[in-house]
């Protein structure tokens, strides 16, 4: 067997750039990668067709530069920024084994919020704002 070798995903989609004068970075050249799970297929093939959709427009304009591309980046951010904030938040949770206990016995009768934190972490729907570490705990210790 081979030596096993590991490299890192690129997950830092919140802060990483992804425009440049002439360039556009989408998939995981934006840091598009769930840090949750390790996946980025899905917002690589669904990054890179508003960024090809949005090239296509800014090439019909002739306006490969920064501001002509501008409109893509605000659809990228749009689409993700929200949702590559709640990731680390989400992180944070889960390495806390006490509020993960709490949780995971919570998310077994609150359906609704089970079904939130699942299809929010794959990507299904949007997050929340009221989705906070103290509303999360105000929930899971109701009971
Ligand atoms: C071990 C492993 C397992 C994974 N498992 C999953 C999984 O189960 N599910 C999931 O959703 N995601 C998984 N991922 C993550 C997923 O593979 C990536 O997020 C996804 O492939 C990113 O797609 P991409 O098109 O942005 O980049 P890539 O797939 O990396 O494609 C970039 C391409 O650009 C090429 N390239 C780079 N530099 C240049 C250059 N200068 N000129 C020309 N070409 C260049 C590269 O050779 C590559 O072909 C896994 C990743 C790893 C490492």
Same mark, same amino acid.
């Given at each position: =067997? /081979?030596?096993? $070798? #590991? ?12 425009? !440049? ?5 989408? #998939? ?5 990668? &769930?840090?949750? +799970? !390790? ?8 990054? !890179?067709?508003?960024?090809?959709? @949005? ?9 490969? @530069? ?5 409109? *893509? ?20 949770? *889960? $390495?806390? !084994?006490?509020? =993960?206990?709490?949780?995971? %016995?919570?998310? %077994? ?5 089970? %079904? ?6 794959? /990507?299904?729907?949007?997050? +929340? ?5 103290? &509303? $999360? ?7």
């Amino acid at each position: =067997m /081979g030596e096993v $070798v #590991g490299y890192r995903l690129r997950a830092e989609f919140k802060q990483a750039p992804v425009i !440049g004068d002439r360039i556009l970075f989408a #998939g995981e050249a934006a840091g598009l990668v &769930n840090p949750l +799970t !390790g996946e980025g297929i899905d917002y690589a093939l669904e990054s !890179g067709r508003i960024a090809a959709e @949005d090239l296509a427009a800014a090439l019909r304009r002739d306006a490969l @530069d920064r501001e002509g591309i501008l409109p *893509c980046k605000h659809e990228l951010r749009a689409r993700y920024q929200n949702l590559f904030l709640f990731f680390p938040r989400m992180r944070t949770w *889960c $390495v806390n !084994g006490v509020l =993960m206990d709490r949780l995971v %016995a919570t998310a %077994a009768w609150r359906h609704d919020l089970n %079904a939130a934190l699942v299809n929010i972490v794959l /990507g299904n729907r949007p997050t +929340t704002p009221a989705l906070t570490l103290r &509303n $999360v705990l105000r929930v899971a210790f109701a009971r």
